[in-house]
């Protein structure tokens, strides 16, 4: 597999260190390097690009700024000076967060997740073009590829650039983006109640307040999204005299 990359820094000493690590990565092709994120705009919208390496804290519009106003964006592993900025950088289903300087090898695992985030999605592609209505997914977990049938899920929660796919007999740990694990989900049958969790409908025991149980797991609702949840879960379900 070869991922189709480009970098935007206006540091030229970013740019290049970026542009040897992706020299020695054999499964990483550099499609070009620049210094603003307006230039790479006409690039990025041919769809050739599948992986930005896009700096935060650059003058007229920041990294987040610009990958915000990307109608279909790529994937994304943001880099920085400043920490601080990871959170938001993982609300946009950032795929890693690398701070400066970059060494080598905090590069290779970002390059690393984003392989992996390519080949889980090859795969629940080959599996969709089949024609049947699969009724499982694939994710990448403890080093190997793990078939997830959509009834075993309980919810899935998002813990900064990995997911949690939690199921009645185990969790799983993947280097997932939340937004793609929510995209296989089935939206008849699973609820996003929170910014950080996805429930599976049927799988609910109870409604307390701003709470959710699911067996033993407790999943906090979201108050804009409480409303819309409630209205969800129990729609033409709700017995009163």
Do not use: W
């Amino acid at each position: 597999m070869t991922i189709n990359c480009i970098i935007i820094d206006d540091e030229p000493l970013a740019r290049a260190g970026l542009q040897e690590y992706i020299s020695d990565t054999g499964f990483l092709h550099l499609l070009g390097s620049f210094d603003n994120p307006l230039a790479a705009t006409e690039l990025i919208s041919s769809g050739k690009v599948q992986l930005l390496f896009l700096d935060i804290q650059m003058p007229k519009i920041t990294g987040l700024e610009f990958f915000k106003t990307l109608k279909d964006p790529p994937a994304v592993v943001f880099t920085t000076a400043y920490p601080q900025y990871a959170l938001d950088g993982f609300e946009v289903n950032a795929l890693d967060y690398l701070v400066k300087p970059v060494s080598f090898d905090r590069f290779l695992k970002a390059a690393l997740k984003a392989k992996e985030f390519f080949e889980v999605r090859q795969v629940n592609k080959t599996e969709a073009g089949t024609g049947e209505a699969a009724e499982y997914f694939f994710i990448k977990a403890d080093n190997k590829l793990v078939k997830i049938s959509y009834d075993e899920i309980l919810y899935v929660e998002a813990l900064q650039n990995y997911v949690n796919i939690h199921t009645a007999g185990k969790k799983y740990m993947s280097y997932l983006t939340f937004k793609l694990v929510e995209d296989y989900l089935p939206a008849g049958r699973f609820i996003k109640v929170h910014k950080s969790f996805i429930i599976s409908a049927a799988k609910v025991d109870s409604i307390d307040g701003n709470e959710i149980r699911i067996g033993q797991y407790h999943i906090p609702v979201s108050r804009g999204l409480k409303d819309e949840v409630i209205e969800k879960l129990v729609a033409g379900k709700f017995l009163k005299r």
